[in-house]
C-alpha cells in the first residue's frame, strides 16, 4: 500500500538524514572526511543493546549510547586527527589515516561481539500497532521521528543561537581568522566531534531499533548512504540534510514495495551520481565566494 511504504520510507528516512547531520556538521566545519564515523553508530548500537539487556530502559538507553559515543568520537579525533591539524597535512592524509582506523575498529568489535546478528530483548517497545487508512504505525517508529526532529531541533538551535554555535560557525568559515578573534579553536573542534558522534550514535540506536538487527558493519553500510544524503543535500548544509535524507528513505520504500527490495540500497547511490552530474553543488547548495 501507497501510504504504509510511506510512512516506512519516512521512518527510515529521518534516521538517515539524522545520522547525515553529525556527517555533515563534522565535515562542514573541520573539514575532513572522517571515515570512523560510520563505527560509532555501530558502537551505540552495541551500547544500548547491551544496557537494555542489564535492564536499562530505552529511556536512558538511548541518551548514554550517543553520550559515550560522543566522547569516543573526541578521543578518536584526539588521537588520529589533531596531529595532521596541526602540521596541515592534505585532506588525503585525514581520509587515508581514519580509513585504516575504521577496519581496525570494525575488525576489533567483530572479534568482541561477532558476526552474528543481535536483537534488542523483547518487549523494550510496545509492538502493538496503530492503523490508520489501513496503514499501522509502531509506537517504535514514533519515537524514531520524535527523537529525530528534538535532535534536529536541538542541533539547529545550537548553531543558531549560542555563543558555542557561532564559534562553530565562525570556524567553519575561516579557521584562522576565529582563532585570531580569541576562540579556543581546539575546544569547539572537540565539541564538534563530540555533537556529531553523539548524533551518528543516536542514528544507530533508532535504525537498531527500526529493523531490530544489530551487526558490527552496520556502520558500514550506513557511512555509503551518509555520503549520498550529504551530496544530494548540499555539502554543509543541514537543511538540505535532512530533506535528502527523508528523500532517500521514501524513495527507498517505494522502489522496494513496487519493484523489488534487490534494488532498494541503489536508489541512494543512483541519486547520488545524478546530483553529480546534473548539480555538483548538490540540491541545496550554494557556491562559496573566493576572496583574493
Do not use: H
Amino acid at each position: 500500500m501507497l501510504l504504509q511504504q510511506i510512512i516506512n520510507g519516512f521512518v527510515a528516512g529521518s534516521a538517515f538524514a539524522l545520522f547525515a547531520l553529525g556527517f555533515t556538521l563534522m565535515f562542514g566545519v573541520l573539514g575532513v572526511v572522517n571515515l570512523t564515523y560510520g563505527f560509532y553508530f555501530s558502537a551505540a548500537a552495541y551500547i544500548a543493546l547491551f544496557a537494555t539487556i542489564k535492564g536499562a530502559p530505552l529511556a536512558i538507553a538511548l541518551p548514554a549510547a550517543a553520550i559515550a559515543t560522543g566522547l569516543i568520537a573526541v578521543v578518536v579525533d584526539f588521537l588520529l586527527l589533531s596531529r595532521l591539524r596541526k602540521v596541515r597535512a592534505p585532506e588525503l592524509a585525514s581520509l587515508m589515516v581514519t580509513l585504516g582506523a575504521t577496519l581496525f575498529l570494525y575488525s576489533g568489535m567483530t572479534a568482541l561481539f561477532g558476526s552474528e546478528i543481535r536483537r534488542f530483548p523483547i518487549g523494550l517497545v510496545d509492538s502493538a500497532p496503530w492503523t490508520f487508512q489501513g496503514a499501522s504505525v509502531s509506537l517504535a517508529q514514533i519515537l524514531i521521528v520524535g527523537t529525530v526532529a528534538a535532535l534536529a531541533l536541538g542541533l539547529v538551535l545550537l548553531l543558531r543561537m549560542t555563543r558555542t554555535g557561532l564559534a562553530m560557525r565562525a570556524l567553519a568559515e575561516n579557521p584562522d581568522a576565529a582563532e585570531l578573534m580569541g576562540i579556543d579553536t581546539r575546544a569547539i573542534m572537540s565539541q564538534v566531534s563530540f555533537v556529531s558522534g553523539a548524533l551518528a550514535g543516536a542514528a544507530g540506536v533508532l535504525i537498531a531499533l527500526e529493523y531490530n538487527a544489530i551487526t558490527p558493519y552496520m556502520g558500514e553500510a550506513m557511512t555509503l548512504k551518509g555520503f549520498a544524503v550529504i551530496i544530494l543535500g548540499g555539502l554543509g548544509d543541514i537543511g538540505g540534510a535532512l530533506i535528502a535524507g527523508l528523500l532517500i528513505g521514501v524513495l527507498e520504500a517505494l522502489t522496494a514495495g513496487y519493484v523489488s527490495s534487490v534494488y532498494k540500497e541503489a536508489v541512494g547511490f543512483l541519486l547520488l551520481v545524478l546530483t553529480l552530474w546534473i548539480r555538483p553543488l548538490g540540491l541545496f547548495g550554494r557556491p562559496s565566494a573566493r576572496r583574493a
